[in-house]
């Protein structure tokens, strides 16, 4: 009656193991470290920069416990701080032998001790939120009003071509707000005009505002391209935060829409709150000018002369002098979008850009006046130049589309064009708030919920050990698996931890022991009616299932929704919570049932089990009656 089979007890020494092996990484500490990242969006950071790090290292005699990298940084780790901040400076002079003109971010960090078979397997620590680990916090107002006349003003230039283009004459367009408002001659024309709107600018809605001798129209971005519009803004001042925030030496930040228009951006373990402002109110710029391939600029490109005047040098990804004229034919202005993609001809990899109508006009221009030269795309960071790619113009490209393609990987092209695409926000942001929290205040916090959990884990162990007896002791250890599990699924999630986390994980304890104290109850309640020891246990666990699916499964709901509709510390404490109910029915029920089943299961004559007391009314009362 009360056997497991085989294939149980396997699942339960495999949900153990597991759990043990990525709960452990969180117990190995922290060791000081140098991380290394890009400050800039044209720098990589790969293997060639690690044999770099690796050489200046060996020739300063300083050897690292380990040398990671993650794909954004390189972590050097080291055992103690004064060798973490000798390496600092070998590397820093190894990467960036021009301080003024820096190519890499060099940051003390923190990293963990855990082996490299664990983090081979991605056996790695839970992130340590801001509350505990300490940083900054800010809250960012993104001026949605601001991309949006942006967005208008490009639509407008677009109807002017338009409408000059299908020969329909006008008195005049200009944009009021978000609103484009039209004059025309006659009311023919602003039928007509009316018509190619409806056609070929979907995003507006048209409306008659003639009055008297006037023909106007007035035409409004509709509701749901507004949205739309918005929704890519914070999207793209997401993203360009997040390349932003590599300069920093961030390894775990966290960037999150908050409501419609606002972003919250928490970076832990970053103290220097001005050169935090500073990164994320960093200004990028792209500019598109011509390479000049006369012979002066030919040998200065070469190093055997100067640079021609009217001309400027950069350098490109692989780090060659192009010289290019210093007239600017684009910005980045002109430029809506960059995706990348594949030349329909050749299938190679490919940068496909989108100008607006004024961007559509220089560059058929440009491109008809200089078949078979060299445009040079730059982008501007920190008032430093770098050439993104030069292609050589093959034919007259209007429409205001535009192709990049050449000598290029996938991968190349994805970057480019997130460089292109991210490189300056999409709509101005200021921040309204700001918060700075100490490291020692991060270890206080972290002490206080530690002795939380451990307190109040020994306090419910102690107490179902003296009332429940072994079945007590049962449930103790089921309540430890259900612990060992939270913290190894939130690990391999990488979930950040944060001060409502730990407070979730008390809860969590509370709240699995729960479901053994029903087991429990209802297995006394077996007893007294009665029941045989081995019907009493197999009753028990089967009449209390129903229960406690029902509670866990009402508490689930309001977990899923506070995981979906919040944000900040209301989601951390979220996360927390629905791992710890998912886990609890596990180890609660199914581990609980196993560990009963191997102690009593496999006695036949079972004539009483430790459970406390039984109380049986019936007794008490023919006692009385005597």
């Known amino acids: 009656m009360n056997r497991y089979s085989l294939w149980k007890y396997v699942i339960i020494v495999i949900a153990l193991l597991v759990g043990i092996v990525y709960t452990l990484p969180n ?39 380990a040398i990671a990298s993650d794909g954004n940084s390189i972590k050097a780790r080291f055992p103690t701080p004064d060798e973490q901040l000798a390496a600092k400076d070998v590397i820093q002079k190894a990467l960036d032998p021009d301080p003024n003109d ?4 060099v940051a003390l960090n923190l990293v963990s001790r855990s082996p ?38 490009s639509l407008a230039g677009d109807l002017r071509t338009q409408l ?38 979907p995003d507006l809605q048209v409306a008659d505002a003639s009055s008297g001798i006037d023909n106007k129209l007035d035409a409004t971005i509709k509701p749901e391209a507004v949205r739309r519009i918005q929704e890519q803004a914070i999207k793209q001042n997401m993203q360009t935060l997040h390349n932003r925030i590599n300069e920093l030496g961030v390894a775990e930040p966290v960037i999150i829409q908050q409501g419609l228009d606002r972003i919250v ?26 390479v000049d391939e006369g012979a002066a600029a030919a040998a200065a490109t070469a190093g055997a002369g100067m640079v021609p005047f009217g001309d400027e040098r950069f350098l490109d990804l692989n780090g060659q002098p192009i010289i290019v004229k210093k007239q600017v034919l684009l910005t980045g202005e002109n430029l809506t979008d960059a995706q990348a993609g594949f030349d329909s001809q050749t299938q190679e990899p490919a940068v496909n850009l989108t100008l607006d109508s004024k961007g559509s006009r220089i560059f058929r221009d440009v491109t008809r006046e200089n078949v078979g030269k060299r445009m040079a795309i730059i982008l501007f960071e920190n008032g430093k130049g770098q050439v993104v790619t030069a292609p050589v113009i093959r034919t007259e490209i209007g429409g205001g589309r535009v192709q990049i393609s050449g000598h290029m990987t996938a991968a190349d092209a994805s970057d480019t064009a997130l460089l292109l695409r991210s490189g300056s926000l999409a709509a101005p942001m200021q921040i309204i708030e700001e918060r700075t929290i100490g490291p020692s205040l991060g270890a206080d916090n972290i002490a206080k919920g530690f002795h939380s959990v451990t307190w109040g884990f020994a306090a419910i162990v102690a107490f179902m050990c003296l009332y429940y007896m072994m079945f007590g002791v049962f449930s103790s250890l089921a309540l430890t698996v259900n612990l060992l599990l939270v913290i190894a699924v939130l690990s391999m999630l990488q979930a950040t931890l944060t001060l409502p986390g730990i407070a979730a994980m008390a809860l969590a304890i509370g709240m699995a022991i729960d479901s053994n104290v029903l087991i429990n109850e209802r297995v006394r309640e077996e007893l007294r009616a009665g029941a045989s020891p081995q019907a009493a246990i197999h009753a028990g666990y089967d009449r209390a299932w129903a229960t406690i699916l029902d509670s866990n499964v009402t508490t689930l709901i309001v977990g899923v929704a506070l995981l979906a509709f919040g944000s900040g510390p209301v989601r951390g404490f979220a996360v ?30 079972l004539k009483k089990v430790s459970i406390g007391t039984v109380w049986r009314p019936a007794a008490e009362a023919v006692a009385k009656a005597k």
Do not use: C
């Open 102 to 105: 820096p190519g890499y971010v």
């Open 27 to 65: 117990f190995y500490g922290e060791a000081p470290a140098v991380q290394v990242s890009a400050a800039k969006g044209t720098v990589k950071v790969d293997s060639a920069t690690q044999a770099r790090i690796e050489q200046a290292l060996a020739a300063a005699h300083l050897k690292p416990d």
């Open 265 to 290: 951006v928490e970076l832990p373990g970053v103290q220097d709150t001005a050169k935090a402002k500073e990164i994320l109110g960093r200004t990028a710029t792209l500019q598109i000018r011509m």
């Open 576 to 605: 927390v919570h629905v791992t710890g109910i998912l886990t609890s029915l596990f180890s609660s029920v199914f581990f609980s049932r196993g560990l009963v089943n191997l102690w009593y299961g496999r006695k036949k004559r």
């Open 116 to 153: 490299a078979w664990m983090a081979s397997i991605n056996a790695l620590p839970m992130y340590l939120g801001l509350d505990l680990r300490g940083g900054v916090h800010f809250t960012l107002q993104v001026d949605m009003q601001a991309a949006l006349t942006q967005k208008a003003d």
């Open 164 to 201: 000059r283009e299908k020969d329909l004459r006008y008195s005049g367009i200009d944009r009021s707000g978000t609103m484009i408002e039209a004059s025309f001659h006659d009311q023919a024309t602003l039928q007509a005009a009316t018509s190619l709107i409806a056609d070929q600018f």
